[in-house]
């Protein structure tokens, strides 16, 4: 630490490259690519919290800054290279049954403030679309607004078609979400059939299920698209 009866040592602290990220105080929360702070006497490092004095690096734009710190006549001995990425959008694999539809989740690496949107597309409205629930119709491109940190959607297989295509998140500020929707023919069972019975037994109700299937065995029910 510094001595007692000393004089405070000045601190120069650097991001090498502004641009992405930048210092800032409480007292200069507009950032500067250097700045100054004292070291006093009896202590042996700079104020560790913006509250207190200290500084903060704040993050603006993917790319890379070396924030460093060098003190006169002292041997600065390290350097740090900081990676600065655009937080991730995950979008799910789905599939869904020809004239069919299904959930899909999506989840934002960071919160998606208010004012901005999230825009959700599909990259084949001949194939499938996009909605934002299970009571309204699908188009190519629907749009959430800001603030969240996370979507359900839903999206739709048009009947008479099958393939696969992709959809499509983005939002400002994050990098693209992609997820892959396939599309293939559905599936019908019938649930609730008493497979042993008698000639005097009473009725017995069942009923059929539409959704997926794979190889013709049935694997997940999905209701009728809107």
């Known amino acids: ?36 702070l004292l070291i006093q006497p009896g202590s042996s490092t700079t104020p560790s919290s913006l509250g207190q004095g200290g500084l903060a690096l704040d993050p603006l734009t993917p790319g890379s800054t070396t924030v460093q710190a060098a003190v006169a006549g002292y ?12 937080p991730a959008i995950n979008v799910t694999n789905r599939t869904v049954g020809s004239g069919l539809q299904s959930g899909l989740s999506i989840s934002l690496g960071a919160s998606l403030p208010a004012g901005d949107t999230l825009t959700v597309t599909s990259s084949n409205p001949a194939l499938f679309l996009v909605s934002p629930n299970t009571t309204t119709e699908g188009s190519s491109t629907i749009r959430i607004p800001g603030p969240i940190n996370s979507a359900n959607i839903v999206v739709q297989g048009l009947e008479g078609v099958t393939g696969q295509g992709t959809v499509t998140v983005t939002a400002p500020g994050f990098a693209d979400g992609t997820g892959t929707v396939t599309v293939s023919q559905p599936g019908v069972r ?7 019975t008698t000639t005097l037994s009473s009725s017995d109700p069942f009923y059929a299920q539409i959704g997926t299937q794979t190889n013709g065995n049935f694997t997940s029910g999905q209701e009728v698209r809107f």
């Open 75 to 86: 041997v600065t001995t390290n350097s740090v290279s900081v990676t600065v990425s655009a």
């Open 190 to 196: 019938v649930l609730n059939v008493n497979s042993s």
């Open 1 to 36: 630490e510094v001595r007692f009866g000393g004089v405070p040592v000045t601190v120069t602290f650097t991001s090498s490259d502004a641009g992405v990220a930048t210092l800032v105080t409480e007292a200069a929360p507009e950032g500067s690519g250097s700045l100054d």
